[in-house]
């Protein structure tokens, strides 16, 4: 059974260098060629992953040693796989929801003249995340980990031509760099610490380490965790990251990218275990973000903007519920599964609406949608209902399980955190009942484009229609089948261990409060939009409002502190160079100059003067011996 | 009498050879003065043969003597010629080496 680990990631793999590398002669059938293999890969996780039930529970961690990468003595690094219950759980996700993003992009891709090389990217993606998932020590993981900023930036500019394109990928590409620093300097501690940086030695081990040297460590992962799932500070690339194509969003959003920093603060465990100064950072991001995200989503009118700002909310729940330790990164993992699920039904809705609106994606001009895309509307209602936390549905017990862990941290913390993420749970169902009512409630407020054609929104094809119909099966009934007997905590537990922790409130309190929130946040959002009618120009809006609108003046903040304090730096270093250096060069260079233009003055080509020289230095010499003489 | 006055007089004629070198510009007076400053050592050398009684002296003076003689022939040769070419005997115009 270890042996089809490889297989894993070789069927993407194999999928994208066929597609890249075959040219035009497979343009045609590029798109199936693709899904196939992303679907080859599915079938192989779940054979692995029917053979990993069929088995006890402490048996349940299968490695591939494929072989060794670099044999040095001291310093060994395998290209080993291993497979346990955590790494499953992902894989099933990544190729789960990667097949069916797939399938949908046959259709929401079928006029782009260059699918094939799109195809050929996702492959790449879903290769390089499946890599990072299933390597069997950090550096393999960063290797997986630079591959998924790699296939990132090739499809968020996949749309080139766009200037807008081009630069958001840059940019992702850029903020992703500095958290790939931190994972590498991680690793390097790593191995100064352990002497290897292999799972198994290092995680087992991690105690021995002293507590500097662990909270170090986890501070340069988390860095890491927050340029992959865009948590403050290095969220800012997320938003324009919206410039790819709608399924090139699902997939980053749902299944790979920004499930790959909670992936690994989970897997880094033992670590952060050891070291609760990191522990309490990790919260601290994972609130902030939350609050962050939720905030920005609540401004924009961009769909997939909104959408945008909610999953950098619920990464923040996975990153919060990650930094509580053994209480939350069952939860965690819980969550990213269930979100993994709604999100990418929703992002595939919006792309279902804006391609019956002929690429809109302005909220303001939507309204009324219900009516024209049946089944869009059902798909994101149900994945709407998911995400506030409605009852019965995944989200409701997978963020409840996050808000319970938050408060049972205990002390102080725990009520900041569990309030943050309270009244994360409001806001969240505020901007999502926002989006839900401007695009499918309402009056119709669309209008001709400055070519004058008019929308005819319309229902997507089958092809895109099914993924989404799934897609929304898994958000209604995914968490309730994790969470009754629990399921997912059972199977989960015995890699990332479990502790129930002392809520200072039974769980009964905080679920109805949770449910407060969300009527509160309901309430709100349909007194605001669902009574009034939208109006087509953004009002003016509060100071927050147009902050939000600006993602909380996060460009302006790192335009003002990163990029003007880094000119400010090149300009005194530049400044340094021409009058210190420079000056140390040329002055040195201008002194013998002047000097020796000085000394040419003394050949003015005169006998007489010559003859004064030899005469004085004559004089000199017999002055001296007299001198010697004398003493 | 006392040899060393001879010595005050060899010290004066060397002083105004000198000085004479210095400041003079034509060739024929500075060439002159050269003539003088020798002298003024020839003589010097012969005090110190009578004072230390040896004839040391007196036969450097003779050396001085050809090698003055010799160095008139060539300095006058080079006086001519350069007269010749720039029509001047003064020391500050053969200055072309100068920049």
Request: proline content about 3%.
């Given at each position: 059974m270890e042996n089809l680990i490889a297989l894993l990631i070789a069927a993407p793999l194999l999928g994208a260098a066929v597609l890249l590398?075959?040219?035009?002669?497979?343009?045609?059938v590029g798109q199936w060629i693709g899904t196939l293999l992303s679907t080859t890969s599915f079938v192989f996780g779940v054979i692995l992953f029917v053979d990993l039930l069929g088995r006890n529970t402490d048996d349940r961690t299968l490695i591939q040693h494929l072989y060794t990468w670099v044999p040095v003595a001291g310093f060994q690094a395998d290209v080993t796989f291993r497979l346990d219950q955590l790494s499953m759980t992902f894989v099933l996700l990544i190729t789960g929801v990667g097949s069916l993003i797939h399938l949908y992009s046959v259709g929401y891709m079928e006029h782009d003249e260059r699918r094939r090389r799109f195809f050929g990217y996702l492959n790449l993606f879903l290769a390089a995340m499946l890599l990072l998932v299933l390597a069997d020590n950090y550096l393999l993981l960063y290797v997986g980990w630079e591959g998924v900023g790699l296939a990132s930036y090739l499809l968020i500019g996949f749309?080139?031509?766009k200037p807008s394109a081009a630069t958001a990928a840059k940019k992702a590409f850029l903020v992703n760099r500095v958290g790939d620093m931190g994972l590498s300097i991680a690793i390097m501690l790593m191995f100064t610490t352990f002497g290897t940086f292999a799972f198994g030695p290092v995680l087992s081990h991690a105690t021995d380490a002293s507590e500097g040297r662990l909270t170090a460590i986890g501070l340069m992962l988390l860095l890491a965790a927050c340029g992959k799932s865009a948590q403050?500070?290095?969220?800012?690339?997320l938003g324009d990251?919206?410039?790819?194509p709608t399924p090139v969003s699902a997939l980053i959003h749902a299944a790979t990218m920004v499930t790959a920093g909670v992936y690994l603060i989970v897997r880094s465990g033992a670590i952060f275990n050891a070291a609760p100064d990191a522990q309490l950072v990790v919260t601290v991001v994972g609130a902030v973000t939350l609050l962050f995200g939720a905030i920005v989503g609540c401004a924009k009118d961009d769909i997939k903007k909104a959408l945008a700002g909610s999953t950098m909310s619920q990464i923040g729940y996975m990153v919060l519920a990650a930094g509580l330790g053994p209480i939350g990164y069952v939860f965690a993992i819980m969550h990213l599964v269930t979100h993994g699920f709604f999100k990418a039904g929703l992002f595939l809705g919006a792309g279902s609406v804006m391609h019956g609106m002929n690429?809109?994606?302005?909220?303001?001009?939507?309204?009324?949608?219900r009516k024209y895309m049946p089944v869009t509307f059902i798909t994101f209602g149900l994945g709407y209902l998911a995400i506030i936390g409605f009852p019965g549905l995944s989200g409701f017990f997978s963020k409840d399980k996050i808000i319970e862990a938050a408060f049972a941290k205990g002390g102080t913390e725990g009520w900041i955190l569990g309030t943050c993420a309270l009244v994360g749970a409001a806001i969240t169902a505020f901007y999502m009942t926002r989006v839900m009512l401007m695009t499918f409630f309402g009056e119709k407020r669309w209008q001709p484009d400055e070519h004058g054609h008019e929308p005819h929104p319309h229902e997507s094809p089958k092809v895109m229609t099914i993924p989404m119909i799934v897609l929304a099966v898994g958000s209604v009934f995914a968490g309730g089948f994790f969470s009754i007997g629990d399921r997912f905590l059972h199977w989960l537990e015995p890699i990332t261990g479990h502790s129930e922790g002392d809520s200072p409130i039974s769980a009964g309190v905080v679920t109805g409060a949770t449910m407060v929130c969300l009527i509160i946040g309901v309430g709100i959002a349909y007194l605001q939009y669902g009574r009034r009618p939208v109006p087509a120009v953004a009002p003016r809006g509060s100071l927050l409002t147009r902050a939000a609108r600006r993602d909380l003046l996060q460009d302006d903040f790192n335009h003002v502190v990163l990029v003007r304090g880094g000119e400010h730096l090149t300009r005194s270093l530049v400044y340094v160079d021409h009058t210190l250096v420079d000056g140390v060069v040329n002055g040195t260079a201008a002194g013998f100059g002047g000097l020796s233009g000085r000394l040419r003055k003394?050949?003015?080509?005169y006998a007489r003067s010559y003859a004064v020289s030899m005469f004085g230095g004559a004089a000199l010499l017999v002055a001296a011996t007299l001198l010697m003489r004398a003493v | 009498m006392n040899p060393v006055y001879y010595l005050y007089l060899a010290a004066l004629l060397f002083t105004i050879g000198a000085t004479g070198v210095l400041i003079r510009r034509n060739a024929i007076v500075v060439f002159m003065c050269i003539e003088l400053m020798l002298n003024a050592c020839n003589l010097a050398f012969v005090v110190f043969s009578r004072m230390h009684g040896n004839l040391d002296g007196q036969i450097i003076a003779f050396f001085t003597m050809v090698v003055a003689a010799a160095e008139v022939v060539v300095g006058l040769a080079i006086i001519v010629s350069l007269f010749r070419t720039r029509h001047s005997a003064s020391v500050d115009d053969a200055s072309l080496m100068k920049l």
């Open positions: 590398v075959g040219g035009r002669r497979l343009d045609a749309w080139q031509h403050v500070p290095l969220q800012s690339w990251a919206m410039e790819g690429d809109e994606v302005d909220m303001r001009r939507y309204g009324g949608l003394l050949q003015n080509g | -």
